[in-house]
Nanobody
Framework: QVQLVESGGGLVQVGGSLRLSCAAS????????MGWFRQAPGKERTVVAA????????YYADSVKGRFTISRDNNQNTVYLQMNSLKPEDTAVYYC????????????????WGQGTQVTVSS
């Protein structure tokens, strides 16, 4: 089993920045790729970014390219999401995920999820 705990969400104004963290514990040696997803009220959960085990390859949804950066520190068993130039449409609950393959963008591919952290961007 792997446990994931997100932190770093909050309320920010348009154009501001936030850095989300996701700390993994448990069978961390089994973790390959990791991902960040988000879910707004009434909408489905969608991928924001994904990263391979080594951190050498990343994926970004078109809506966040150039604004968000995913990274990971395997020594600390932590994955990060740096979010810059935030927009009201970025408002959502953000989840990190693990337990899939090495580079998954489908929510259904991940076995482990954090509890989510709320990001609210006010205009």
């Amino acid at each position: 089993q792997v446990q994931l705990v997100e932190s770093g969400g909050g309320l920010v104004q348009v154009g501001g920045s936030l850095r989300l963290s996701c700390a993994a514990s448990g069978r961390t040696f089994s973790i390959n790729g990791m991902g960040w997803f988000r879910q707004a009220p009434g909408k489905e959960r969608t991928v924001v970014a994904a990263i391979t085990r080594s951190g050498g390859s990343t994926y970004y949804a078109d809506s966040v390219k150039g604004r968000f950066t995913i990274s990971r520190d395997n020594n600390q068993n932590t994955v990060y999401l740096q979010m810059n130039s935030l927009k009201p449409e970025d408002t959502a609950v953000y989840y990190c995920a693990a337990g899939g393959g090495n580079f998954e963008v489908r929510a259904g591919a991940y076995a482990y999820w954090g509890q989510g952290t709320q990001v609210t961007v006010s205009s």
